[in-house]
């Protein structure tokens, strides 16, 4: 279609186009914001402060923090322990319609719950970048895997990061 009406309507899609981004950033940032409220609760039990939670259908069904220490448990990571709560409660381990929120850019090991499970979407605050993680692993490995899950990086970055760092400054500075 041309024209005027034409435009009109291309406009109309582009505005209700923004506005499904505005939301999905808000959105984003809301539920971000409670993983981080998760990290803030490892932070309290002196573990690496790391949280995630889980949303489906626009609802949390799950959250939790980094509890490594705590349990003595290597697969005590706070992706594992939301992923496993989530297929509790939705009983199945099909979790293709979730997105999983997480503080730090999930592990190799998380990663691999994360394609085994099919999460839709995975967004995480802060990269990985020293070792594999989700990204790369994706990146590198992106034709064997048999899920890919659409990836979102960044996302109230700036706090999640500092808590981190924060934390191994203070590990430094206590050993
Ligand atoms: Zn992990």
């Not at 949303?55 to 220490?69: E, L, M, T």
């Not at 697969?75 to 496993?84: F, G, K, N, P, V």
């Not at 692993?137 to 808590?163: A, D, F, R, T, W």
């Not at 924060?166 to 050993?175: A, M, Q, V, W």
Request: aromatic share 6%.
């Amino acid at each position: 279609m041309s024209g005027p009406e034409g435009s009109s309507i291309k406009n109309h899609r582009l505005c209700v186009m923004a506005f499904v981004l505005e939301e999905n950033v808000m959105n984003d940032e809301k539920y971000m914001e409670m993983a981080y409220q998760e990290a803030l609760k490892a932070l309290a039990e002196d573990e690496v402060p790391i949280g995630a939670v889980l949303v489906h259908d626009g609802k949390i069904i799950a959250k939790s923090y980094n509890q490594r220490q705590h349990h003595n448990q290597v697969t005590a990571h706070a992706e594992i322990l939301c992923i496993s709560l989530a297929c509790e409660k939705l009983q199945s381990w099909h979790l293709d319609e979730c997105t999983l929120y997480s503080t730090l850019e999930p592990c190799i090991m998380c990663s691999g719950a994360i394609i085994q499970s099919h999460i839709k979407r995975v967004v995480y605050a802060v990269s990985a970048d020293r070792w594999l993680s989700l990204s790369k692993l994706l990146s590198m490995h992106h034709q064997e895997v048999n899920h890919l899950p659409v990836i979102e990086k960044g996302v109230l970055y700036e706090k999640c990061s500092l808590l981190l760092k924060n934390y191994f400054k203070n590990k430094r500075e206590r050993y």
